[in-house]
């Protein structure tokens, strides 16, 4: 079935440096993509999402691209702080039902 | 503003024994889901409601899975009997509405013996 995959499933970076994350998709009938950090006991945490016919979106210190030609999707960070180690989930989704599907997650470790 | 409450936090059972789990949504949100994640996986949708009804549960395991929202506030998600594989974190999730973002609870790490 189609599915949303993560090309790393590690990433280590200097605090201070950017982080970039990617993750590829297959289903490109989906109304939007979603980043979720999720920290170790705890649920995933809404970070940025962005529209399928968008492809490009910031927030604080957070990029999300979006590149449909060849289905891949990414996550950006400045500089990167302690408190960003976790595991980021990229997610897909389609509006009528709400229904996500989450890839495999990639592990961030920010070395101090 | 309290955010998605699920008790309890950890539950070690024996296999073959039943076991449930709590969520209460965050208050206003007409929608809950419930999540099973796999070590090293993302999170799996297992039902959805929209207020008491269950518009989606076409991925729950009926034969030993059940789920209710009988007031359209609190859940429960109850496995019996539970199954070696069934050891996992079941997250809880509510939205205000269908198409809204998704906001998770810290979820019930179930390890079955």
């Known amino acids: 079935g189609e599915s949303v995959g993560l090309h790393l499933p590690t990433l280590s970076v200097q605090e201070g440096d950017n982080s970039i994350i990617n993750c590829a998709y297959s289903?490109?009938?989906?109304?939007?993509f979603i980043w979720y950090k999720q920290e170790s006991g705890k649920g995933p945490q809404f970070i940025i999402d962005?529209?399928?016919?968008?492809d490009k979106r910031q927030g604080q210190r957070v990029t999300v691209l979006l590149n449909k030609t060849v289905k891949h999707l990414s996550l950006q960070i400045a500089a990167t702080q302690p408190g960003d180690s976790a595991v980021y989930f990229c997610?897909?989704?389609?509006?009528?039902?709400?229904?996500?599907?989450f890839g495999g997650g990639t592990r961030v470790l920010v070395k101090p | 503003e309290a955010g998605v409450v699920q008790s309890p936090r950890y539950k070690i059972i024996e296999k073959k024994q039943p076991v449930a789990f709590w969520c209460n949504p965050i208050s206003g949100h007409n929608t809950l889901y419930w999540y099973r994640q796999n070590l090293g996986q993302g999170p799996e949708l297992l039902i959805r409601y929209e207020n008491e009804e269950a518009v989606d549960d076409s991925q729950l395991p009926k034969d030993r899975f059940s789920a209710e929202r009988l007031k359209g506030v609190d859940s429960t998600l109850k496995i019996q009997p539970a199954e070696l594989g069934d050891s996992a974190v079941y997250l809880c999730?509510?939205?205000?509405?269908?198409?809204?973002?998704?906001?998770f609870g810290p979820g019930t790490r179930l390890t079955v013996l």
């Open positions: 997610a897909e989704i389609k509006a009528a039902g709400n229904k996500l599907t």
């Open positions: 962005i529209r399928s016919n968008m």
């Open positions: 289903n490109s009938a989906s109304d939007y």
């Open positions: 999730a509510s939205s205000p509405g269908h198409t809204d973002t998704q906001y």
